[in-house]
């Protein structure tokens, strides 16, 4: 957490690129509790690119006693369920202050081959035993570490490790099939 | 060169977990051995393109990264909010609403005035010092309960009616031109958030319930 601390403190003074290291470390799990709330890879794309601008516009009143995750599992957890109650209700996404998704457009045909093959695997990941999907959920989908998953499984790291290789050679032949 | 793993995915030569330098968890000479490994070692490589494969299809997006950071540029430093100068405008509203809240303080007397009072009691003082000291603990206290109100209305009142709120009671004004000392940690944290939200308000940003709802967490 003190590299966290630091990184903070960087952006803080003025140094926006400090900001990256946290994307780079948290992506995965911001983007997988958005998808997991919303149930759509296209909300959670948005979203997740939300809940980091807006950590970031509101760095100042970060805790930074706190773990930088749980702050902004906080943000996404509340922006996921208001996309998903404006949703309900039928309004439009309400991100006027959002100016969009930077970045160049991706290839559109490669984007199409990514997504079919990722919406496959997905298919594959929910045929999976439940205990092994957990696995894979929290691998993946939350991006645990190693050790996180040890702490919340209680599971031996060379077991996990054993169970994680069987399940991407198993995923893996799925999908060939 | 690579050895028989005894295990399937866990190999015996491996300085390092391929996870965890997929993860960027080590530290740079860890990760320099462990690249060295992989350039020799078959099942290990194997295992770092798969966890890849996976990640790459079911983690974060291919780009994410770079779009969040493009996005992050192209905002105002987030430490900007605490150097902002006021309006004039809004020292003239806060000196109002300072002196109202002295002239209450006055009237009352000893600025027993209802707030919660979660702050421990002064220590004992003597005249002027005294009086100063109720003045400024009866300013912080109207502040911490306007505060609160404020909070508690924002989770559900209309945005309308929070901005007008915000602007008749003079305290985004009376937050910016306040000194915080002497206020509990509690109760600075209620005035922060009404700060940040009537920033917001006042530049027209728009302000979604999931945020008020974060930023009135615990506060109620």
Redesign the interface.
């Known amino acids: 957490m003190e590299d966290e601390r630091q990184w903070v403190e960087s952006?803080?003074?003025?140094d926006?690129?400090s900001?990256?290291p946290l994307?780079?470390?948290y992506?995965?799990r911001?983007?997988?509790l958005v998808r997991r709330i919303t149930g759509s890879?296209e909300d959670a794309?948005e979203l997740?690119?939300e809940v980091?601008?807006?950590a970031?516009?509101?760095?100042?009143?970060y805790d930074r006693s706190r773990p930088f995750f749980t702050w902004i599992q906080?943000?996404g957890a509340?922006?996921a369920?208001?996309r998903l109650r404006r949703r309900a209700r039928g309004e439009p996404r309400?991100v006027?202050?959002f100016?969009g998704?930077?970045?160049g457009a991706?290839d559109p045909v490669e984007e199409a081959a990514?997504s079919e093959?990722?919406e496959r695997?997905?298919r594959a990941?929910a045929e999976l035993p439940p205990e092994h999907r957990a696995l894979?959920e929290m691998?993946?989908?939350e991006?645990l570490?190693?050790s996180e998953m040890e702490e919340r499984t209680g599971l031996p790291?060379?077991t996990l490790?054993?169970r994680?290789?069987?399940l991407?050679?198993d995923?893996?032949k799925r999908l060939t099939s | 060169m690579m050895t028989e793993p005894r295990e399937p995915g866990v190999c015996p030569d491996a300085p390092h977990d391929v996870e965890d330098l997929l993860d960027g968890l080590l530290d740079p000479s860890d990760e320099t051995a462990m690249l060295a490994h992989l350039a020799t070692c078959d099942v290990c490589r194997e295992a770092r393109d798969d966890e890849a494969r996976l990640r790459d299809l079911l983690g974060a997006p291919a780009g994410l990264l770079d779009e969040v950071m493009d996005l992050v540029r192209q905002e105002p430093w987030p430490g900007h909010v605490r150097t902002r100068r006021m309006h004039p405008v809004r020292w003239v509203a806060a000196a109002a609403v300072l002196m109202v809240a002295t002239l209450a303080v006055l009237l009352v007397g000893d600025g027993r005035d209802g707030g919660k009072g979660n702050d421990p009691a002064p220590p004992a003082l003597a005249g002027e010092d005294r009086e100063a000291r109720s003045v400024a603990s009866a300013r912080a206290r109207d502040l911490v309960r306007r505060a609160r109100i404020f909070l508690a209305a924002a989770g559900h009142a209309p945005r309308s009616t929070l901005r007008s709120e915000l602007e008749m009671s003079g305290l985004a004004a009376v937050v910016d031109g306040t000194d915080l000392e002497g206020l509990g940690a509690a109760d600075r944290d209620a005035v922060r958030r009404v700060a940040l939200l009537g920033e917001a308000f006042r530049n027209d940003a728009p302000v979604a319930r999931a945020e008020i709802a974060m930023l009135t967490e615990g506060l109620r």
């Open positions: 952006c803080l003074a003025g926006p690129e900001f990256r994307v780079e470390r992506q995965g911001v983007f997988g890879v794309r997740a690119q980091f601008l807006r970031y516009r509101k760095l100042d009143s906080t943000i509340n922006l369920r208001d309400a006027a202050d100016p998704r930077a970045g991706p990514r093959e990722a695997l997905r990941v894979v691998r993946y989908f991006g570490d190693l790291r060379t490790k054993v994680l290789f069987r991407r050679k995923l893996g």
